[in-house]
């Protein structure tokens, strides 16, 4: 007897056909997921309207990041940060977006004091949204976020890290300021205030805000971790040029590094030089 098709009903197709059209599912969610994130993340023209020299290099391991940027101001203040959320892909990407709206939300409302202030309101978001209690067997998600507030006036930065240092070049001398061991989020430990760093900004002065995807990247001869010591010479020899060489020659070392080996995680470096008021 010969097979019949039902009206109404589909044809059957075959399991490898199945695999692909779900893969072409999956593929286009991820990429309008990729555009959602992006329109997230602040557009060129605003950043350039508070830090005229930046560069981003901004590479997510994946079509969508957990690594964000973000840029803001109010009256004479700058803000800037740079956050790297637990995993990478669409789990990272969700939690750069909480992130991001977070930090919409404590500087709409203007109840902070101070970079510190910032994360300690950020994690208080983070484990309320994630229903973090401090149990044993929960996820323990969370974000490292760098933290700057830039003074216009006073030509002051007041910086918070949550695992995540800040540097800062002059003269060729490179100064690293130490975030607190502790993300934003549930932790190992029990939480504390995350703790402030002022820091007397001067005209060309450059900042260096990153993930640690760059310095975790597997490569060279031997296969290893690039490190943060290569890391900071590297910076420390581009410092001088224009954003936009920073920018070429970053991705160049890190290409070459990287050679045939997958990218581990979610790169970015966000760099800018300070100008003071005339």
């Known amino acids: 007897m010969k097979n019949e098709i039902i009206p109404g009903n589909k044809i059957p197709t075959k399991p490898d056909e199945d695999y692909h059209r779900q893969q072409r599912e999956i ?23 508070y830090l005229p020299d930046h560069f981003i290099f901004y590479q997510p391991r994946d079509l969508v990041s957990g690594d964000f940027y973000y840029v803001s101001g109010q009256d004479d203040k700058i803000f800037l940060a740079v956050g790297d959320c637990t995993g990478h892909g669409v789990p990272g990407a969700f939690m750069s977006i909480l992130g991001i709206t977070f930090l919409n939300q404590i500087l709409a409302q203007q109840s902070y004091t101070g970079a510190s202030s910032v994360l300690n309101q950020m994690r208080e978001h983070v484990m309320r949204a994630l229903q973090q209690t401090g149990d044993d067997n929960e996820q323990k ?83 290893k971790k690039f490190k943060y010591k290569p890391f900071r010479n590297l910076i420390l020899s581009i410092s001088d040029l224009s954003m936009e060489e920073q920018k070429s020659r970053l991705m160049h070392v890190f290409t070459g590094w990287k050679g045939n080996l997958r990218q581990l995680d979610d790169v970015l470096v966000f760099g800018c030089r300070y100008h003071t008021r005339v």
């Open 141 to 223: 998600d969370g974000i490292d976020l760098t933290c700057c507030i830039l003074d216009t006036r006073n030509n002051a930065l007041d910086f918070a890290g949550a695992f995540s240092p800040l540097y800062i070049i002059r003269d060729y001398q490179l100064t690293e300021i130490q975030g607190d061991k502790m993300p934003v989020g549930i932790g190992a430990e029990e939480e504390r205030s995350f703790t402030g760093h002022s820091f007397q900004l001067q005209d060309n002065d450059m900042l260096y805000l990153f993930s640690d995807g760059y310095i975790d990247q597997f490569g060279g001869a031997d296969g």
């Open 27 to 49: 593929a286009e969610s991820l990429k309008y997921a990729s555009y959602i994130q992006q329109a997230m993340l602040p557009v060129g023209s605003l950043i350039s309207k």
